[in-house]
């Protein structure tokens, strides 16, 4: 992700120029970072520190809101602690969950004003440019929880104007970046690149379980110690729970506003937040999605503000509920703590994220010998593309930062037509280094035979073979 940043502080368009699925404002984002500080990983961390702070904030102010201080500091606890050190690194998911926070900030709480309906519509509109299906969920539900609280009291006409700012700003948001790209000549491969692809392609190879990979999650804390590895056991165990009990919390919201229509009653306070919670979740029990434990973790705070809109309609939930969570970020607070505190002195800890891709991938130290600043290069294994290119100042000779490694090579990851352009680019461009495993080599010699004569294996690397003098043939 951070090198397709890169990638466009360089000046190539996204999608146009390079293969990204995800949407463009994570990688517009860092590669403004990148353009200022150039490719720095530390400032890289830096600001994904501060997004994801920033988070946190927003949670906090919707939960607020809702159920008061308590639940929302617990709350904002527990996701900077249990949650973002599932996967504590810069991905368009944490920024994609930071615009759905301050979206349902503005939104929660009693009929907020046209503006902010239309910051909140702008939030979502960067949201559904982030990651499409978090974004595209959490902006039908609040269109569709808007609508409904003016029909709560009989006030249609009141919630369809509610309804136009959000629905403007997020149309505003998405339309001018799809000019940008029509600007550019790449709406048609952006559109490809974001909707097309990923139904036919990703959908198809990463769609899990619930909770998948939840026995590798556990049996990678069996190390630590006694009570640490309980609890760090037991944050995993949580994380998989939690959309469950945003499926539960919100699901009783929206029945209790279901009979508040049949009522006439006036709407519920905190029925937004709950559709939303209920409609970004409800993927992960009925699609066909990645549902592992890391991509629970991506959407496992919407459990608290489902828990913040029971408690606006229940208040008796929130003595229990505060209590529960409360204890909970105790626990989680002091395991983050502990293991901060240990991985910082850990002996054995690499000092930089330099050191840390050379100590994981045997190649990296043959790959650095190899090649100089700007040289042209491929390299695939375990996704450690990205990685390799940052910290050799080297330049990817094809589209595609990721090639699809092991037995993902022979699957439908990447169509026919993606691994017959990059065998092509590779043949037109002639990397000095390229660095797959068997399965990828095999892959690029069915799109572009004439690498098998171009190419001879050192090791782990394959050279370019030297060119022919003049008069030999």
Known sequence: M??????????????????????????????????????SMPAAQALQVLLNASSALGLAVVVARLAGPVIALTSSVLFVCLIVPMWPHAYPHWLALLFVHAALALLAGARPAWWRLGLAGACLGLSMATIQSLGVAAFGASVVGVLVSGAGARRWRAGVMAALPLVAGALIVVGVIAALFAAHGALGDLAWAMFEWPFKHY??????????FLVDHLDSNR????????LSQAGVVVIAALPLLAMIF??????????????????????????????VVLPLFVAHTRSDVVHLAFLSSLAFVAMAAAVSHWPALGRRLGLALSVLAGVFALNFSWKTYRSTTHPDRPISFKQAWEKRFTFAEALEAAVKPGDRVVVGPEGSGGYAYLFTGTVNATSYTYLPFGWRAESDYLSSAQWDRAGREIVERRPVVIVVDDEQWARLLRSAPALSSMYEQRDELRHLRPAPSPGVP
């Open 2 to 39: 951070l090198y397709g940043a890169l990638r466009v502080a360089q000046g190539e368009v996204l999608y146009r120029d390079f293969f990204e699925f995800q949407g463009p404002v994570f990688f517009w984002l860092f590669s403004w970072l990148f353009g200022w500080l150039g490719p």
């Open 203 to 212: 959908r198809g190879i990463n769609s899990t379980s619930y909770a998948a």
């Open 223 to 230: 190390s630590q110690p006694h009570l640490w590895r309980l």
């Open 250 to 279: 919100g699901g009783a919201v929206i029945v209790a506003q279901g009979r508040a229509l049949l009522r006439r009653a006036a709407p519920i306070a905190g029925v937004v937040p709950a559709i939303v919670a209920v409609a």
